[in-house]
């Protein structure tokens, strides 16, 4: 059984400085790359068909359930990036029958391109294939370095260890020894955490979920703990 995570906001005043906060605030949204940049990393290997408790406790595959997890991030961050009145941008980077694809493109998030999440996220039904989670966070990596924020992180959901490419321990050893080192958080989708003690061990955050509802717990934890507060 298998089991599963950014970005910066400043500030470029008008030259004349008679903007009011709100005005300023806007201006912000439209002249830099945000608060915040996320790209998602999703497991699409063949075990997400495997069938876990739904929050309805009824059995339901794993990848419907990471599908709604999908569309519960980018409605967070969507909302933060309204009421904070900054740009938050994200992206998605999926694997399927052991490719890796870009799933969504890193944008600044609104409710409309928000939507272009949820269509994805509801069109996304054949999980096949193995688990290339090294080389997917790698994808990743190069997604958020086409972003000027500050504040840079990547969420993993994924039900299991990696089983072809480069291994995740040794991309995040590389992600955190870089220059411009981004957070990665993994949370282990009906999958023992022991499975993640070397990219732990690195230090990636992990995190466990067994079923719908504690999935959505650990996603939510991640969001409001660690990514949406060090953008504060």
Not at 84 to 103: A, C, P, R, S, T
Request: aromatic fraction near 6%; charged fraction near 15%.
């Amino acid at each position: 059984m298998k089991s599963l995570l950014t970005a910066g906001v400043f500030v470029l005043f008008n030259a004349c400085g008679f903007n009011s906060p709100a005005q300023t605030n806007t201006s912000l949204a439209q002249t830099n790359d945000g608060a915040i940049a996320v790209s998602i990393v999703y497991d699409g290997s063949g075990s997400m068909a495997d069938r876990v408790l739904g929050a309805d406790n009824k059995q339901t595959p794993k990848y419907l359930v990471a599908n709604k997890a999908v569309e519960s991030i980018v409605r967070q961050l969507v909302a933060y990036s309204q009421d904070k009145h900054v740009n938050v941008q994200g992206g998605l980077v999926y694997f399927v029958d052991g490719k890796i694809h870009e799933g969504i493109s890193l944008a600044g998030l609104t409710p409309a391109s928000g939507a272009s999440f949820t269509d994805w996220a509801r069109n996304f039904n054949k999980p096949k294939g193995g688990t290339p989670l090294g080389l997917a966070i790698q994808a990743a990596r190069r997604q958020l370095d086409q972003s000027h924020s500050l504040h840079k992180h990547i969420l993993v959901i994924t039900d299991g260890a990696s089983n072809s490419g480069i291994s995740p321990d040794r991309v995040v050893h590389e992600i955190r020894a870089s220059a411009n080192p981004i957070p990665v958080y993994f949370v282990a989708f009906d999958v023992t955490t022991s499975v993640f003690d070397p990219v732990k061990a690195e230090g990636a955050t992990v995190v466990s979920a067994s079923d719908e509802v504690q999935l959505n717990v650990e996603i939510n934890h991640i969001l409001g703990q660690k990514i949406l507060l060090e953008a504060e």
